[in-house]
């Protein structure tokens, strides 16, 4: 079998989210839009909801009703998008909470489902999505009369904790919410680490959940164990992959794994990126290719049956580094032809 196994230690994400709640005095939900950054929405909800995860947030209503029927009733589910055209159904099959963007979309919930429960989407200066400050001064007295839920808004550089950003999308925020009397959310994991400010009545942390940056203690969740298909010697002098990009500057025993950018494994890390035979590392030789990789495993001494990229000794966040991209798109790119393990949760 010439599959790569994705391991997701479901222990770690639930190790996670209980280091992240127990910074926070209010309750802390758990953001697993995008099949959870990639690693699985259903198994990592089941495993949060059954350490006591009672809130979930997705993007979109498909997302909303998979996890529904993962996690059954009872948790609360929050869609990110709000309440787009089509959704109405889902939302009040699924008992789905739409976090309302605009007024065009209040009137939309309110006229198709009336009495159903929403929250609202606060811009306070990040504008991606959410009520400008006049737009909600105008809604608000109606938003209050029904069943509004949860006021969010988020944080555009929570990860850089001296941006002046931070205190004055606070400020923001707390004019725009300040005495009434509905649950706030603004913080993600980053903004859980700017501190109890930031907290208010419910956290929604992701990437924290997942092991990555700038949640520094977090516990590592992802291993990638890549089989080699082939080995082969080399002479000084001959090269490795397209354009010739790898020239062996002495004998040379190259590996070649089955997996590439198809499954990605972004080809910009490959200058920089070793795939670890245990705690060896073997460097990545010539371009990444889109369903294999050659790596040079001389100094390794034998031929590996198969060769990691992400564990203990590489993290998403190196491999980020490598790529000049950020951790969540490492994970977010993790292949569909992986085989996906769970262990723990
Ligand atoms: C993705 C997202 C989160 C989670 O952010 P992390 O940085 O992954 O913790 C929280 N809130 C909103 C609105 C998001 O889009």
Known sequence: MSTATLTIDLDAVVANWRALAALCAGETAAVVKANAYGLGAERVARSLARAGARQFFVAIAEEGATLRQALGPGPQIYLLSGHMPGDADMIGDMDLIPMI???HQMIRHVEALPGKPFGVQLDSGMNRLGMEPAEWAALRD???????RLMMSHLACADDPDHAMNTRQLAQFRAMTDGLEVP???????GILLGADYHF??????IGL?????FATARPVVTLDIPVIQ???LTAGETVGYGNDFTAARETRIATVAAGYADGILRAMGPRTSLWAEDIPCPIAGRISMDLICVDVTDLGH???TLQLLGASQLIDHLADNAATIGYEILTSLGARYLRRYIGG
């Open 184 to 190: 706030r959310s603004l913080a993600n994991t980053a």
């Open 303 to 305: 031929d590996p049956k």
């Open 231 to 233: 080995c082969r010697d």
């Open 101 to 103: 963007n605009s007024v």
């Open 201 to 206: 009545d419910l956290a929604r942390p992701g």
């Open 210 to 214: 997942y092991g990555g940056r700038p």
């Open 142 to 148: 109606v938003a209050l009369a029904q069943d509004l």
